[in-house]
């Protein structure tokens, strides 16, 4: 219960800097003004501008969140160790499994809320060309939000023993690339020969498939994220997790 309460005091608090940062709001304007562009480019698509506003607009939400995430993430405990903040948590008794848990957690409720705020503004531009709610708009959102959560505790992970918050944005953006084609690349190294493609296959298994989660190409059809879907977000999380929480072990704060 001590923990519980720990985790959750250090997951509000890293939240509130969140979003008191200018850097929300700015990222916030920026939103706004990405998807008023999508309602720009719905107009040149005639027949299919339901369908271009809908799929271009989440695909900026994702995008937006995606770099205001990573840039939050990368710097957070780096800021931190900076400002010999980190010294002051635990030298009280806050175990550092917590201090992780509640930075993540606080990171995943930005995310939460720059999807809510940004879904809001995409939904009400789609109204305001006379176009309903898509069935599958709350699937595409959940979708992202596993996306995000699997590559924000990777950055989390990666902050730990990068030299800076740019190699952690650099690394963690090259992982979110290489999600999206897990699946060609294992389609093309099962037909490699011998110990290369094994090789290649381990290394493969170690890449999240960040197809899984995009819902939105599920569009008119009854799309869900079920069990197959949840469970492997969950791995990758608790993985990154624990990996991240053995660096930290390791850091002489």
């Known amino acids: 219960m001590k923990d519980l309460f720990l985790a959750r005091a250090v997951a509000f608090n890293s939240f509130s800097e969140s979003v008191r940062n200018r850097f929300f709001t700015l990222f916030a304007v920026f939103a706004f003004t990405a ?19 809908t799929d271009f607009g989440l695909a900026l939400i994702e995008l937006t969140a995606l770099a205001y995430s990573l840039f939050g993430v990368s710097s957070s405990l780096l800021k931190e160790a900076e400002t010999k903040t980190i010294y002051l948590v635990f030298s009280r008794p806050v175990p550092r499994r917590v201090y992780l848990a509640g930075k993540l957690a606080g990171a995943l409720l930005t ?4 999807l809510a705020i940004m879904g809001a503004i995409h939904l009400s531009l789609l109204a305001f060309r006379g176009f309903g709610l898509p069935e599958f708009y709350a699937w595409a959102l959940a979708g992202t939000f596993l996306k995000l959560a699997v590559i924000i505790s990777f950055a989390f992970f990666v902050s730990l023993f990068s030299t800076s918050a740019v190699s952690t944005l650099v690394i963690s953006s090259i992982m979110w690339t290489l999600g999206h084609f897990a699946a060609e690349a294992r389609f093309m190294a099962e037909r490699l020969p011998g110990f290369k493609g094994i090789v290649f296959n381990v290394f493969l298994w170690l890449i999240p498939n960040l197809q899984l989660f995009n819902a939105r190409d599920a569009a008119g059809a009854a799309c869900a994220l079920g069990p197959g879907v949840i469970v492997p977000a969950a791995s990758w999380v608790a993985a990154s997790y624990l990996a991240a929480l053995w660096l930290l072990a390791r850091k002489e704060f």
Not at 35 to 53: H, I, T
Not at 111 to 114: C, D, E, N, Q, Y
């Open 35 to 53: 998807v008023y562009a999508s309602v720009l480019a719905g107009v040149m698509a005639v027949d299919q501008e339901a369908r271009v506003l």
């Open 111 to 114: 995310a939460g809320l720059m």
